[in-house]
């Protein structure tokens, strides 16, 4: 074997090993007060996928996830009712309020995120999720009803239209669905009375207390999230853009630094009183109406809105992009340092390389997580 492949195979197997000495280290692990219902029913639910939402037609089978209950150190949340809450109940102020789009193509990683944030919340019942979803709002929300029947949520509808005729073409086509930026709605579409939220994307897994994520002190900013300044900003837009003196002279007195959308502590108070979601359309809108200005996405328009006005929250929440790059999906290692949340954002996903027979080394961490019935799990590294 190739000795430079065995070293690079070497590193990624140690980072594997420190993340499960770090699990079993975690206090969430284990925690005598985090109630684990072992008599749930092992229901399996089996979802039909509509016609033409994947190319074909066939069956999803998910197991119901195991019951997560607040512990005595927990305090009582002002109204703790399962399945689709109303928004009164919504509303909870003493809730963790997480938002994530729902949709069948990513239904599979969704449902591990979720069971990670419960499973190692301290206060399960105390987190509220808000679901963005485009299509299907009522069969998705079902779905979740029996695969977690004690889950507190709200589905909301997206509606496309939106959005649609901002969208420029992307480098990855996934990058271009319209769900992709319901992110920039969120003020809009949840309640006004949910006054802050925890944006996560779908294809991560949360492996810390999430109330340690929300804790986080924004001290005026209208977001936070991990940021990286040694990051070559420059690349995230086109040269037209740098040499139209009157675009590029939006980062005049900011010190803009590159952030991933994917895991945003997001004041939605400040979002409506400014108008950020308007922000951002406009700087689509420019996108659309003259030369190319960024090629990536969702991203450049909340750089363009936020970069340099973002609070720093430690680089342990999000670390991204275990899904390798955009065009192909190579695997990639743990960044340095402690982890609270792997985020597999890029090309790869890990249910689809697990599926496939090729996963890399770290994929092997999502996969206890996966409600999927008869997934292929790896069981040895």
Request: glycine letters at 6%; one cysteine or more; charged letters at 20%.
């Amino acid at each position: 074997m190739n000795v430079h492949y065995t070293a690079a195979l070497r590193l990624q197997l140690i980072s594997v090993i420190a993340v499960f000495v770090a699990l079993l280290a975690s206090p969430s692990i284990g925690r005598p007060s985090l109630i684990f219902d072992s008599k749930s029913p092992a229901g399996v639910l089996n979802l039909h996928r509509a016609a033409g939402a994947l190319g074909d037609v066939s069956s999803f089978h998910f197991k119901e996830a195991p019951s997560f209950w607040n512990g005595k150190e927990c305090i009582a949340s002002e109204s703790r009712f399962p399945g689709s809450t109303e928004e009164g109940q919504a509303c909870d102020l003493l809730a963790v309020h997480v938002a994530m789009t729902l949709d069948i193509t990513y239904l599979r990683g969704s449902t591990a995120a979720i069971l990670s944030i419960l499973q190692h919340a301290a206060c399960p019942e105390n987190v509220i999720f808000h679901f963005v979803a485009s299509e299907k709002d009522a069969a998705l929300a079902q779905t979740l009803n029996h695969i977690f029947p004690y889950l507190r949520f709200k589905v909301y509808h997206f509606d496309e239209n939106l959005v649609q005729d901002k969208i420029s073409p992307s480098i990855r086509k996934a990058l271009e669905q319209p769900l992709n930026y319901a992110r920039t709605y969120l003020a809009d579409l949840l309640p006004s009375c949910v006054k802050r939220v925890i944006y996560l994307d779908s294809d991560v897994v949360v492996i810390d207390d999430i109330s340690k994520l929300w804790a986080a002190q924004l001290d005026g900013h209208p977001l936070g999230a991990p940021i990286y300044c040694q990051v070559n900003f420059t690349r995230y837009f086109t040269d037209a853009f740098w040499k139209d003196a009157a675009l590029s002279a939006v980062f005049e007195g900011r010190n803009p630094c590159y952030f991933n959308t994917g895991v945003m502590v997001m004041d939605l108070e400040m979002w409506r009183f400014w108008g950020y979601t308007k922000a951002i359309e406009d700087w689509m809108e420019v996108q659309k109406s003259g030369a190319r200005i960024y090629d990536l996405g969702s991203l450049p328009p909340f750089l363009l809105v936020f970069a340099g006005d973002v609070q720093p929250i430690d680089h342990r929440w999000n670390q991204h992009g275990l899904g390798g790059d955009n065009l192909h999906g190579a695997c990639r290692t743990l960044h340095e340092g402690p982890v609270s949340l792997m985020h597999w954002s890029g090309k790869g996903k890990p249910w689809v390389r697990l599926d496939n027979g090729n996963p890399c080394p770290l994929d092997s961490l999502w996969a206890p997580y996966d409600l999927l019935e008869n997934a292929n799990v790896l069981q040895d590294l």
